[in-house]
Structures are given as C-alpha cells and as structure tokens.
C-alpha cells in the first residue's frame, strides 16, 4: 500500500541545471498537486491536476511545469533551478469524487540550489 | 484572490490549559482539511470538514466549520506536550484549487 511517492529525497542542483521530480500515487485519484514549503510560508501550490491530460497553475507556478500523461503520475520539472527553488517539495493526491476524504501526501523532496 | 489566514502563527502554552487556532477563508469553499506537520516530515490528516456546522473529535482536538462566517476552528482541550507540531488548515477552492494557510507552530511546555 504505497500511497503517495516522491524521488529523490534530497536534491543538490547547481544554478542552471534541469532536473524532474517524480510523484506517483496507486489510490486512483483524479487529483494530484505539487506544493513548496519554506519557512514562515506554509505551503504553496504549484500547479495541479483534476485528472489526465489536464493541469492548471496554482499560486507560484513560475520556474516550473508539468504534465499528467497517466493517473498515476505527475512529475515536476524545473527547466533552470535558480537558488530561490531552494524549497522542500510536497506532492498530493486525493479523490473528488468523495470529497470527504483527505489529501495524502509524499514525504517530500528537499531541493538545494547553489 | 484566494486567501487563507491562520492565526495565531505560534502558540506556546502550559500542558492541561485549553487553546483554539482559527483558519479564515477569502470566498466560498467546498471543503476544509486540518493537517499536522512534526518537524522534517510530511503532512498527516487530522480532519475534514464539509458542511456547514460540521464539527469532528479526535482526543483532545475539535475542529468547527462555519462556512457563513468562511471559520474553522481547532480547539484543543487540556494540551500534552505530545500535541506540540505545526498545524495547518487548508481550504479546497471550486476552482479546484487546495491552498494552505501559513500554519501554527504550537508548543506545549511541560
């Protein structure tokens, strides 16, 4: 029962380089979203996605992009990380067709930007 | 502009007194989650909440909806140093959007 997984756990990226992060969920949700916290902030969303084939922008959605080919995944890509990406990554997923249940989440990917 | 407010953004308090944190919410809203969050982990569930009046219970924590007034609440009864972590409330927008509020970091002094 694996639930929400996030690769890698940690990151070092140098300014400049591309990387993706993988999230994977075998709940069948519709919903999957990728999140940033950083101190003081709480979460923020990144993008979203009510099912495959389609993904919205959340509240900082620059610097990053997505796609949702299947289900299952929704990785997160970051085209040229900039120190300010330096962030701990939360995906989640949850089911809106029964609202009343919660959104799992990741463990969470720290990234470091030098 | 969605926007969730949490206050107070910490809280220490003795074990055994009693505290509520208070989450409100700029527009109308389908659903309201409240999560935990010890320090280096991800997030755990502790509650949603969907209607109007809502209130669940879980040992000492309580949360409310009032979605006329765009509150919920979470009311902890007689705190135990165990209970100190982050605490989140997050709204869940009709546009499908899920925003989270800055959370509470609650301590609880021995």
């Known amino acids: 029962n694996a639930g929400v997984t996030q690769t890698p756990k940690f990151q070092v990226l140098k300014t400049g380089q591309s990387m993706t992060l993988q999230c994977a969920q075998d709940?069948?949700?519709?919903?999957m979203s990728w999140y940033r916290q950083d101190p003081g902030m709480g979460l923020r969303l990144i993008h979203y996605s009510v099912g495959a084939g389609i993904t919205d922008q959340g509240e900082v959605p620059n610097g990053y992009n997505v796609s949702r080919s299947t289900t299952e995944d929704f990785p997160l890509r970051l085209l040229s990380a900039a120190p300010s990406q330096t962030s701990v990554y939360f995906c989640a997923s949850s089911s809106r067709r029964f609202m009343n249940t919660e959104a799992f989440f990741g463990q969470g990917t720290r990234l470091t930007v030098v | 502009e969605l926007k969730v407010e949490q206050n107070p953004l910490f809280l220490s308090m003795q074990e055994g007194k009693n505290y509520t944190i208070y989450c409100n919410y700029s527009t109308t809203s389908d659903r309201l989650y409240w999560y935990r969050q010890d320090p280096g982990k991800s997030l755990e569930s502790l509650f949603v909440l969907l209607s109007n009046g809502a209130v669940k219970q879980e040992g000492r924590l309580m949360a409310s909806l009032d979605t006329k007034a765009r509150l919920s609440t979470l009311h902890i009864t007689a705190a135990v140093h165990d209970l100190s972590a982050t605490y989140f409330c997050a709204v869940g927008f009709r546009d499908d959007k899920i925003i989270f509020g800055k959370g509470t970091r609650l301590h609880i002094l021995p």
């Open positions: 709940m069948n949700h519709e919903y």
